[in-house]
């Protein structure tokens, strides 16, 4: 996961990462750690340490001006990184324009922040070093880049922090500090051995550093501690004490012991940057400084929501504009309205609310209320259909009427399996009208054995009449001869209520209607759906956008709420595939 878009605003590499490409066309020497991927891009092998440090030179190199040496055995700095720790300062110690003075606290054989605060802001700096070979590369780099005027670099004792490096500044008080602390308490604990959670993957870059610059007694808890302490007698001294931390549980424990000193104001913050993500805290004992506000809890929050995104070649759309027709759609549609007409289809035979929504000129926006999953199984749910229809009761043969006993032996084969002497002497049951009990498969048998040649003829005369069936939840066509129907068995039908009538009567209050009835012009009851922001039970709730990118078609879907992403990834496919299924069977084949 990239953090690169929580970076400090003002970091230069937030919106406009390094380009490998060009750096390694200006820079012959970073050129050679480059490689290309099968995709084309310019990539950078970061377990390197040549590679770490070629990126690291060319960076101060080009956007900074700074030229500096540094040996593969000690520190190599990543640039985004410390230069989200110097904005952050110029936020603590409130601008960027005044002569500031400051204390970098182990400045490494880099010297990066006193260069990067010198070079950018015009800031002092005292840089401290307890190792000779770090002390010998940064007063180089300092020279080497005529900033020896701004920066001066001292050699300290061993664990010597703020007490010791200020005995010979007694008269000069300090805006700030930095430091960037020995993470870890041991070897072991460096290679990531019990400090590094199992769950999360390896590190993507190289570990380099010297014993002194990645291990302290204690690790960076204790070390800091040891600043904090400095901090209670210096007090004053420095307006303002800063830290960076490795590891999210060392700050907690750290802000205690603030908290335990009496320290009046205290702050912290995140370094985001890649796949890296670093702490800072800072403490000062003034009372007219302005603390900057520690991150908010919302960022993590407002993760930006990619929608489902699928693309229709211009052929697919070609195809589907010669097929368009079939659906009602008027000659010669533009393909974002082709495109949008056969979603509005598939979503209809899915039962799925939407309404058109307004939208640019060149797309087409719907938005979806799904209240029902009727997209999965639903090669099942067909062959259940086929299967009920072709156990439908049939029409009986004209001229054949029904009594009070034909019903009767209805009613009882429909729980007996007939024998078959007796299939031939049973004449068929009346037709049944809406409401009725189901014929099981025999009793259709036997009714097309006895004159199968008249039933066929009679189903050409017979009405459709839509009962609504258990199984499916579907309008299905019930046969029936309006002519074959006595008052007997009209009260014969009504005195045997049927279990599609009783399911039906049982409304539940997990139901949720997607459908009302209104009359139209002609006196006729037609069902309309319901508007999608009139349903208060409904699984998700999405927005789908239709728009032309050049000869192609784009169609994006964006979450809106719900139960269960998972959903609208599922119809996003449905809808995907139903549109290619259409190309590669037509309709009319």
Not at 264 to 286: D, I, N
Not at 332 to 361: F, Q
Not at 440 to 455: D, F, L, P
Not at 558 to 575: A, F, I, P, R, S
Request: charged share 25%; hydrophobic share 30%; net charge neutral.
């Amino acid at each position: 996961m990239s953090l690169n878009k929580s970076m400090h605003p003002r970091n230069r590499y937030k919106d406009k990462p390094p380009d490998f490409a060009y750096l390694a066309s200006k820079y012959p020497d970073f050129e050679q750690h480059v490689h290309t991927n099968l995709a084309g891009r310019a990539m950078l092998n970061f377990k390197e340490p040549e590679a770490v440090r070629a990126l690291t030179c060319t960076l101060l190199k080009e956007d900074f001006g700074l030229t500096i040496d540094i040996p593969l055995e000690r520190l190599i700095p990543t640039v985004p990184l410390r230069l989200n720790y110097i904005h952050w300062v110029e936020d603590l110690i409130g601008g960027r324009g005044e002569p500031r003075r400051g204390i970098d606290i182990g400045t490494g054989a880099s010297c990066i922040y006193p260069l990067l605060g010198a070079s950018m802001n015009g800031w002092h700096y005292l840089a401290t070093e307890v190792d000779d070979i770090c002390f010998d590369y940064a007063t180089r780099n300092v020279e080497q880049n005529n900033l020896s005027d701004l920066i001066k670099v001292v050699k300290v004792p061993q664990k010597t922090l703020l007490m010791d490096a200020l005995k010979e500044e007694s008269a000069i008080v300090y805006d700030f500090c930095m430091c960037n602390p020995p993470f870890f308490a041991n070897q072991l604990e460096a290679k990531g051995v019990n400090s590094r959670n199992s769950r999360r993957p390896p590190p993507s870059s190289v570990n380099t550093g010297g014993v002194t610059e990645i291990m302290a007694e204690g690790g960076e808890l204790e070390f800091v501690k040891r600043i904090i302490h400095d901090s209670l007698q210096l007090k004053t001294r420095l307006r303002w004490y800063s830290c960076m931390l490795g590891k999210k549980c060392s700050l907690a424990p750290l802000k205690e012991e603030l908290r335990k000193q009496g320290v009046p104001k205290v702050t912290h913050t995140e370094f985001c940057q890649g796949r890296t993500m670093r702490w800072a805290l800072a403490w000062s004992f003034y009372d007219d400084v302005t603390v900057p506000s520690p991150p908010s809890k919302k960022r993590k929050l407002e993760k930006s929501r990619k929608p489902l995104t699928f693309m229709l070649l211009q052929p697919t759309v070609k195809e589907l504009q010669s097929q368009a027709s079939s659906i009602g759609c008027p000659s010669n549609p533009r393909p974002v309205e082709t495109i949008t007409a056969w979603l509005e289809k598939t979503l209809s035979d899915l039962k799925v609310l939407y309404k058109r929504v307004p939208c640019g000129r060149k797309e087409q926006s719907l938005f979806l209320t799904v209240v029902e999953n009727n997209w999965i199984h639903g090669r099942q749910r067909r062959r259940d259909q086929g299967r009920h229809l072709r156990e439908l009761p049939r029409a009986p043969p004209s001229g054949i009427s029904t009594t009070p006993s034909s019903v009767t032996a209805q009613h009882h084969s429909s729980t007996q399996i007939p024998d078959s002497s007796h299939s031939d002497s049973h004449t068929p049951t009346a037709a049944q009208g809406p409401g009725s009990v189901p014929q099981s498969g025999t009793n259709r048998a036997n009714s097309q054995g006895a004159s199968g040649q008249e039933v066929e003829s009679q189903e050409e005369e017979t009405s459709c009449v839509p009962v609504k069936d258990s199984g499916t939840e579907e309008d299905v066509i019930m046969e029936s001869s309006p002519t074959s129907i006595t008052p007997n068995t009209t009260l014969a039908q009504t005195a045997l209520p049927t279990t599609t009538q009783k399911q039906e009567a049982i409304i539940t209050p997990e139901e949720v209607p997607t459908e009302t009835q209104e009359v139209n012009a002609t006196g006729q009851e037609v069902m309309q759906p319901q508007s999608p922001g009139a349903v208060q039970h409904f699984l998700f709730k999405c927005l789908v956008n239709v728009k032309a990118e050049e000869q192609d078609v784009a169609v994006e879907i964006h979450w809106v709420e719900g139960q269960n992403k998972d959903l609208m990834n599922q119809l996003c496919t449905y809808l995907k595939n139903t549109l290619f299924r259409v190309v590669a069977n037509p309709l009319g084949t």
